[in-house]
Nanobody
Framework: QVQVAESGGGLVQAGGSLRLSCAAS????????FGWYRQAPGKERALVAM???????KYADSVEGRFTISRDNTQSTVYLQMNSLNPEDTAVYYC?????????WGQGTQVTVSS
């Protein structure tokens, strides 16, 4: 079992950058999937970026080339570096972790990009 908590959201102008962090506690060495989803107003929650055991990384097409996901050496924190932000990136960003079939979500952090 793990707990995850996000930090780093905020307000930024279009073209700017933000870095989100997600700190996990508990059985962090067992996390198979570790990454980020987002939910924009009126839309469903959608994958942003994910690190999967074995070195696989997946990005949503809309963020490919602008966002970078990474994980620290202790395997307990995942980051999302977001560059070239645009208003369409405005959303609540949720940290996600999965151990086998069990899913864990953070409370979410708001990212607002002004035009």
């Amino acid at each position: 079992q793990v707990q995850v908590a996000e930090s780093g959201g905020g307000l930024v102008q279009a073209g700017g950058s933000l870095r989100l962090s997600c700190a996990a506690s508990g059985d962090t060495k067992s996390i198979n999937y570790f990454g980020w989803y987002r939910q924009a107003p009126g839309k469903e929650r959608a994958l942003v970026a994910m690190m999967i055991t074995g070195g696989v990384i997946k990005y949503a097409d809309s963020v490919e080339g602008r966002f970078t996901i990474s994980r620290d050496n202790t395997q307990s924190t995942v980051y999302l570096q977001m560059n070239s932000l645009n208003p369409e990136d405005t959303a609540v960003y949720y940290c996600y972790a999965r151990i086998l079939w069990r899913e864990y979500w953070g409370q979410g952090t708001q990212v607002t990009v002004s035009s």
